[in-house]
């Protein structure tokens, strides 16, 4: 979903860069605050999994691939903003160092991919778990309902910023973007739930969202 | 919180052979933007717009190499050790300078280190 340039207007990648860096801004200043010094290695092993993972294009249809985006699960190993942080790092050295996403859309990829992806399908896991039980299986399910949500949410707001941008009609693009990517969540959610089951399994601990319910020691 | 050191090389091996062997595996019909893009004819309109042309690792293919396989093994492990360095590297710019004691995050380190908490 790396819009490249050409597609999206400059209003609209200004505005989305704006914002981006507003979350940034607010990013840094969480992590001087709060962010342990021993998390700072998986900030790194995070950012490399992401972009590793990003590269395994699948097929979900005739002639289309898609792959997985990350954003929702470094949300819960990091929390949000350091997810967002993680995810901009990845974005921009896509961009910068691969030609994947356009120079002057990289605020809209950020946007949508860091903020919408990211802080939208976290949203979702936190309602999902508000009131549910505090367990391993509730929580990888959380996962993968909130990591399909957050690649059909991103790749719905991209077909409304190609709509607002007269490049598709909404009525078009909006129906495709959600249709293929309805499908490509599905990856999206498997590898966030074997993933975060996995840590959950060797080094619960490095998962922030993760709060089991009290047991007596 | 325990030890993360002896988790790290273990998940960036992971990392890394993900990219290595994995990525030029991977499927390259295009993507779901891309797919909308050429059924509703506006595909075209990001040709030649290219912005930055100077990218190293255009499409993840490290240039220069005999073979694509080989070339995209190698753009996926430059680009992983890419991002591990540089997040690794913003994460310690924003804990450094910080006042020891002074944080939650250093609070929480003091106590794990109590061994009060068994998470």
């Given amino acids: ?217 | 919180m325990k030890n993360v050191l002896p988790f790290l090389p273990v998940a960036l091996g992971v990392c890394l052979l993900l990219a290595s062997f994995l990525a030029p595996l991977a499927s390259s019909s295009p993507d779901g933007l891309e797919r909308v893009a050429e059924d509703q004819g506006f595909l075209e309109q990001a040709e030649g717009n290219q912005v930055w042309k100077s990218a190293p690792v255009p499409d993840y293919e490290m240039p220069g190499v005999g073979g694509s396989g080989i070339a995209t093994a190698l753009a996926g492990v430059a680009g992983t050790l890419i991002v591990f360095g540089l997040a690794l590297g913003l994460g310690r710019l924003l804990v450094r300078g910080r006042g020891a004691g002074k944080s939650r995050a250093d609070r929480q380190a003091a106590e794990d280190a109590g061994g009060s908490i068994s998470r």
């Fill in chain 1, 1 to 217: 979903m790396h819009i490249p340039d050409g597609l999206v207007s400059a209003p609209i990648n200004i505005a989305t860069a704006v914002v981006a860096m507003g979350v940034g801004a607010a990013a840094v200043a969480r992590a001087r605050r709060t962010l342990g010094e021993k998390k700072v290695p998986i900030l790194g092993v995070s950012a490399a999994f992401v972009f590793a993972a990003q590269m395994l294009n699948f097929p979900v249809a005739a002639g289309t691939s898609g792959h997985f985006l990350g954003a929702l699960l470094v949300a819960l190993l990091l929390g949000p903003l350091n997810g967002f942080l993680v995810m901009a790092v990845v974005l921009v050295i896509q961009s910068l160092l691969f030609a994947d996403g356009g120079l002057t859309a990289l605020g809209t990829n950020i946007f949508n991919m860091g903020i919408v992806g990211g802080l939208g399908g976290y949203g979702l896991f936190r309602l999902l778990t508000l009131t549910l039980p505090r367990r391993r299986g509730v929580f990888v399910a959380a996962t993968a309902v909130s990591a399909w949500f957050s690649v059909v949410l991103a790749a719905s707001v991209c077909a409304v910023e190609l709509a607002l941008s007269g490049t598709s009609p909404l009525a078009l693009a909006l129906p495709a973007m959600a249709g293929v990517h309805v499908l490509i969540g599905i990856g999206e959610g498997i590898i966030s739930a074997v993933v975060v089951s996995l840590m959950l399994g060797v080094r619960p601990d490095l998962v922030l969202a993760w709060k089991p319910q009290e047991v007596k020691a």
